[in-house]
């Protein structure tokens, strides 16, 4: 049986399992919930534990990280494209292969290329969500971030990691509209989680996928 690698007892009205990066068991319960009542959920999830720790492992073993070399691969919007060396000087897209261009800072360029479509892609999807929502968010920074994919600060100024841009459309998407609804809701409240239901009523999809896939953020 997989056991919890930490239980964090808050104020919290359930018990929620979180698998995280490193594939580890993290529970999160009430205060008033005893350890025998936690271990019977425990068990009573192994198969969704386990097969969320098999899908972590596998990912990890797939991405460990980022090699610039023809026949590896890019994620990008949530697809592998397969990489080809070539003499030139953009980075393209083909079918199923991105083109690279042959030079020692092969990989310095592929970060500038992520960096500039995430800027552009993040802009646009933000610009779309906050005109649907109705809300007007501050000023808008694409960071290096490794730990987390947004923010929203007090004074409605938002950020997101451009690595979002290795995630699908639907996951940038939930980012997006999940730090707009801070602009109202300045917690985790279920009023925010409301919100975010609002928008994206499916929106645990794209939450989990992120839980998941944690690690594309230490690929590069």
Same mark, same amino acid.
């Given at each position: 049986?997989?056991?919890?690698?930490?239980?964090?007892?808050?104020?919290?009205?359930?018990?929620?399992?979180?698998?995280?990066?490193?594939?580890?068991?993290?529970?999160?319960?009430?205060?008033?919930?005893?350890?025998?009542?936690?271990?019977?959920?425990?068990?009573?999830?192994?198969?969704?534990?386990?097969?969320?720790?098999?899908?972590?492992?596998?990912?990890?073993?797939?991405?460990?990280?980022?090699?610039?070399?023809?026949?590896?691969?890019?994620?990008?919007?949530?697809?592998?494209?397969? =990489? #080809?060396?070539?003499?030139?000087?953009q980075i393209v897209l083909d079918g199923? &292969?991105?083109?690279?261009? %042959?030079?020692?800072? !092969?990989?310095?360029?592929?970060?500038?290329?992520?960096?500039?479509?995430?800027?552009?892609?993040?802009?646009?999807?933000?610009?779309?969500?906050?005109?649907?929502?109705?809300?007007?968010?501050?000023?808008?920074?694409?960071?290096?971030?490794?730990?987390?994919?947004?923010?929203?600060?007090?004074?409605?100024?938002?950020?997101?990691?451009?690595?979002?841009?290795?995630?699908?459309?639907?996951? =940038? #998407?939930?980012?997006?509209?999940?730090?707009?609804?801070?602009?109202?809701? &300045?917690?985790?409240?279920? %009023?925010?989680?409301? !919100?975010?239901?609002?928008?994206?009523?499916?929106?645990?999809?794209?939450?989990?996928?992120?839980?998941t896939n944690r690690k594309l953020m230490?690929?590069?």
């Amino acid at each position: 049986m997989i056991v919890p690698k930490q239980v964090i007892r808050t104020k919290r009205k359930s018990i929620a399992l979180i698998i995280n990066s490193s594939g580890e068991l993290i529970v999160r319960a009430p205060y008033v919930v005893g350890d025998s009542e936690i271990r019977a959920f425990v068990e009573k999830k192994q198969m969704w534990i386990k097969k969320k720790c098999s899908a972590v492992k596998a990912f990890d073993e797939k991405h460990l990280s980022m090699t610039i070399a023809a026949g590896e691969t890019l994620v990008f919007l949530g697809n592998e494209y397969i =990489i #080809d060396i070539l003499d030139g000087k953009q980075i393209v897209l083909d079918g199923n &292969k991105i083109l690279i261009p %042959d030079d020692k800072n !092969s990989k310095e360029m592929v970060v500038d290329w992520l960096r500039e479509k995430a800027i552009i892609l993040l802009l646009k999807r933000t610009d779309k969500y906050a005109k649907v929502m109705g809300v007007e968010p501050g000023r808008i920074k694409i960071s290096e971030a490794k730990t987390r994919w947004g923010s929203c600060s007090y004074n409605n100024n938002l950020s997101f990691a451009w690595r979002l841009v290795m995630c699908p459309y639907s996951v =940038i #998407d939930y980012v997006v509209v999940h730090e707009l609804c801070h602009i109202e809701h &300045k917690n985790h409240s279920k %009023d925010f989680w409301l !919100s975010v239901k609002s928008i994206l009523p499916t929106y645990t999809e794209q939450k989990n996928w992120l839980k998941t896939n944690r690690k594309l953020m230490e690929m590069i």
